[in-house]
Structures are given as C-alpha cells and as structure tokens.
C-alpha cells in the first residue's frame, strides 16, 4: 500500500446554486489538487456524504475515475452508524478502479470498544478492498481507542487508520505497536509532520483542497528525515487553519477554493456557505500566506 504513502485530499464536493453537482467545478478541483497530491478520498466527511444521495455518490465516483489527471488512487469512504446498512452499501457499490476503502467510526449510537471491533471486522470480512479506519471523536462521539486500532490492525484487510482524535500519545500508542506496514494517517492538517515523525505514512487533508503543495513539501522533507524544512511548510498553514473549520467543514475550505477561484462555495443544507465575517478573515489569511 505505498501507492498511499503521503496526501489524500479529502476532496469537497462542488455544488451549483441550486444544488445540484458542480461537475465543471469538480474536473477543475481534481486538475489543481493534482499538482501536489498522491491520492483521492471520495465521498469522505468534507465532500458532504451525509447530504449526498446514494446515486450523486455513485456519479461523482465515476466521474472521479474517468477525470482522474495523473490516475492516482482513489480512496472511496463507506461507513455509517448501522453496520448491516454498510454492509449492503458495499455489496451494492461498483468500486471498479477504487483502491481502498475509508470506512468512519460509528457516529450518534456510541458503540463500546467490541461493538466497534466487531462492526469493523465485519466490514473487513465482507469488502473487496483494503480498509482504513476513520477516528473522529469530534464528530462521531466516540473514540477508538489506540487498544482497538491495534486489535483491528491484525486483521489482514484492514491496512490503516486515519486518526482524526487530536491525541498524540494515542497516535504514539498506535506507532509504537502497529504492524510494520500498516498506515497510520493523519486526519488533522495541523499534526501532518508530527505523525511523520513517529512513523505515519500521510494524511488525509481538507486543506489540501485549496493547497496541495504544502502538503507535497512536507512529504518529501520528512521521507527525507528532515523536519526542519518539513516543519516549515507545517508553520505556513497555522493562521489559515483555524478558519476552515470556524462555521463547520467543509465551509471554510470551500470559500478559500471560491477564493483560489477552483469552484464555488456552495454547500448543502443544513450547512450554509462561509458569513461575510468569515469570508473577510480567510480572505485575508490567504493573503498573509501568500505574501510569505
């Protein structure tokens, strides 16, 4: 799984205004993301999955794969709070030319840990593909623990997990215990280089939307065992970070891409497009980075 070494980007899922697919928008997403990443994640939390029906899911993953610039990888996210429901969803799912899938945590039941263990066994047991785990206790409200991870890293479909907790010692915990191979990723923008450092293998990125080459220097920095320079282009991303998620992701990203001119801005309710205030301070963050 090294064609998985370095960037997902954790593409946003453009919209026109009234709604519908922006199509145009997402060729010119996957045209300038392409500059700097290693791999696509579809359908994941920042490309809205859970505003978006069962059929647009499947057209934007066909059209993802007949629009792929430099035919890098695609990641395709299947997950959900019901586990038989998953199930079916990957049965269903023509995941021709898919690489992997991001399967999240369940979300709103609060499993225990073996509730989640054995949700995800069953995944793994049932699915054509690798999977990765998705750890995001901000969203799900719970955690997977670095315990569970580990446990569920034996099971030999399951290659990684993209750990959204915010935990270091958790993310230490895993790097410490995981199978040689197995990808511990990182799923906040802002911990890239530091889960480099203990061994991970990438990240899965919302910036990496709207800024690809960041991403793209820290990889080869840190492959290179130099987090000085790695570090750098870490520091760069601090003051346009926090933005993004101020009114709810992928809100934030999507007007810095209106802003980048890549697409609109457009987002599905119950999520409303970035406030004037927000738009004026990602404005103006994108400008102090890139007088940089």
């Known amino acids: 799984m090294k064609k998985l070494y370095g960037t997902g980007v954790a593409l946003v899922t453009p919209f026109n205004a009234d709604g519908s697919i922006d199509f145009n928008g997402l060729k010119k ?3 300038h993301t392409a500059k700097g990443v290693d791999y696509y994640v579809v359908m994941g939390t920042t490309g809205e999955s859970a505003t978006v029906s069962t059929e647009e899911k499947k057209e934007v993953l066909k059209f993802v794969r007949q629009n792929n ?7 395709y996210g299947i997950g959900g709070n019901n586990t038989q429901g998953v199930l079916d969803t990957i049965k269903s799912t023509d995941l021709s030319g898919v690489t ?3 399967s999240v945590s369940p979300y709103y039941n609060k499993p225990s840990q073996e509730g989640i263990y054995q949700h995800f066994s069953l995944i793994a047991d049932a699915s054509p593909l690798p999977v990765i ?14 315990e569970t991870t580990l446990r569920l890293a034996k099971h030999k479909k399951i290659i990684g997990v993209k750990e959204a907790s915010g935990n270091l010692e958790q993310c230490m915990r895993i790097a410490k215990a995981m199978p040689k191979d197995f990808l511990l990723i990182s799923g906040d923008d802002l911990l890239t280089v ?6 991970g293998k990438g990240v899965i990125s919302v910036l990496a939307n709207a800024l690809p080459i960041p991403f793209k220097k820290m990889k080869e920095f ?3 065992k130099n987090y000085e320079k790695a570090s750098q282009h870490q520091f760069s991303l601090l003051e346009i970070n926090g933005p993004m998620y101020e009114e709810a992701n992928p809100v934030g990203v999507k007007q810095l891409l209106k802003e980048i001119g890549v697409c609109e801005n457009y987002v599905r309710m119950p999520l409303l497009p970035a406030s004037p205030a ?3 301070k990602i404005s ?3 400008r102090n980075m890139a007088r940089r």
């Open 278 to 280: 927000l738009q004026k």
């Open 29 to 31: 997403l996957l045209t």
């Open 100 to 102: 992997a899938l991001l």
């Open 284 to 286: 103006q963050a994108y």
């Open 69 to 75: 610039p430099r035919k890098l990888p695609i990641v």
């Open 222 to 224: 840190a492959f290179a």
């Open 133 to 146: 785990l998705y750890n995001v206790p901000g969203r799900t409200a719970s955690n997977i623990t670095a």
């Open 194 to 199: 530091p889960l480099y450092s203990i061994g």
